[in-house]
Nanobody
Framework: QVQLVESGGGLVQAGGSLKLSCAAS????????MGWYRQAPGKTRELVAV???????NYADSVKGRFTISRENARNTLYLQMNSLKPEDTGIYYC???????????????WGRGTQVTVSS
C-alpha cells in the first residue's frame, strides 16, 4: 500500500556531512508526523528527529545543532541534513511516517528498510 524508500547513506569521515532522503509512495491521502530513527550495532532503535505536517520539529539531544530535518509535503518527501558527523552517529537510519490511506480512517505507521550511515574516525 505505502512504501518508504530511504537514500543518501554512505561512508564519511568524522566532521563530514550527508543528506538523507525518504520518499513515500502508494495510496496516500495525507501524512502526519514523519521522522528519522537510527539503530547502531547492538543497540535499540532510537529517535533522531521528527517533523510534523505543519513544520514543527523535535530532535534527540545528541544531534541538536548538527542535524536538520525537513520535509516537502507536496512530494511526500522527508530529508535529514547531517553535519559535523561523529563516529557515534554510525548506524542504520530508518524513515517513519504516519500515513492516512483512507479519508476517515486512522493513520498507520510505516517504516522504510533503512540506509546505512558509517562515520569513520
Amino acid at each position: 500500500q505505502v512504501q518508504l524508500v530511504e537514500s543518501g547513506g554512505g561512508l564519511v569521515q568524522a566532521g563530514g556531512s550527508l543528506k538523507l532522503s525518504c520518499a513515500a509512495s502508494g495510496r496516500i491521502i495525507s501524512i502526519n508526523d514523519m521522522g528519522w530513527y537510527r539503530q547502531a550495532p547492538g543497540k535499540t532503535r532510537e529517535l533522531v528527529a521528527v517533523a510534523t505536517r505543519t513544520g514543527s520539529t523535535n530532535y534527540a539531544d545528541s544531534v541538536k545543532g548538527r542535524f536538520t530535518i525537513s520535509r516537502e509535503n507536496a512530494r511526500n518527501t522527508l530529508y535529514l541534513q547531517m553535519n559535523s558527523l561523529k563516529p557515534e552517529d554510525t548506524g542504520i537510519y530508518y524513515c517513519n511516517a504516519d500515513v492516512r490511506t483512507t479519508l476517515y480512517g486512522s493513520p498507520t505507521k510505516y517504516w522504510g528498510r533503512g540506509t546505512q550511515v558509517t562515520v569513520s574516525s
